[in-house]
């Protein structure tokens, strides 16, 4: 058999302060084979500091979308770019990403103890760091063709479907699922970066309307009690292991 290779997609909008941090996180790590960035036409230069990583990383791609699509068409063109029997889903905005977290949600994958894995971040809500499970967690390991197979669904999504169509896609496949947990690692509130909590909300609101579009909100719930059945047994990262 052919051993597993990995790409890691990395969609960005307007991320210029903190896709550096993430890309010095990701960059010579011996799971990562190669890296795609998808600028889904930011206004900012977040493209033009990919591209001078991408200088010094000759496994580093950088893709310009002509104009704002929304994730899931960003990711999309990133699937369809990578190369690897795997992909890596991240977000571009992760404060306090290194190599140890990486390592612990792409190895249970690789190595074939789980068929899937998500993070939880340490400033998930509440709620789900308690249930154990972040649903729209963007932090993703799983095989390359899953989603491949299926690029005419995802064009179809709303900007922010992908997670929960992911959802179920491991749901219907009976997926193994690896949780594991990011105590040292943060996603920004979309009020800070946004400018302000009116702005903030209007985001969420926006994101949540997308949600419910691809999937009912009595659905969402049921995913997340599903994928939570589907967990492999697991510490991922203990606290004392983050930065």
């Not at 889903?89 to 190895?107: F, M, W, Y």
């Amino acid at each position: 058999m052919t051993a597993p290779t990995l790409s890691c997609i990395i969609p960005a909008f307007n991320e210029a302060p903190r896709i550096g941090a993430v890309l010095d996180a990701v960059l010579d790590h011996p799971l990562i084979h190669e890296i795609v960035v998808i600028d889904d036409g930011s206004s900012d230069d977040t493209a033009a500091r990919a591209q001078a990583v991408a200088l010094r990383a000759p496994h580093l791609r950088v893709i310009r979308l002509d104009r704002n699509g929304g994730k899931t068409r960003a990711v999309t063109r990133g699937i369809a770019e990578a190369t690897s029997s795997h992909i890596l889903l991240l977000d571009s905005d992760l404060l306090g990403l290194h190599h140890d977290e990486l390592t612990a949600l792409i190895a249970p994958v690789l190595e074939g103890r789980a068929d899937a894995s998500l993070s939880l971040r340490g400033n998930a809500p509440l709620v789900w760091r308690g249930l154990g499970i972040d649903y729209i967690s963007g932090e993703r390991v799983m095989r390359r063709e899953l989603l491949a197979s299926r690029a005419d669904a995802l064009q179809s999504l709303p900007k922010f479907g992908l997670e929960v169509f992911i959802n179920g896609l491991w749901i219907e496949q009976g997926l193994k699922i690896a949780v594991v947990r990011w105590p040292g690692v943060e996603s920004p509130m979309k009020h800070e970066k946004r400018g302000g909590w009116l702005m903030g909300l209007k985001a969420d609101a926006a994101m949540l309307g997308d949600i419910f579009h691809t999937v009912t909100p009595l659905e969402t719930l049921r995913q997340v009690f599903r994928l939570r059945q589907r967990r492999v047994p697991g510490p991922g990262l203990a606290a004392s292991d983050h930065h």
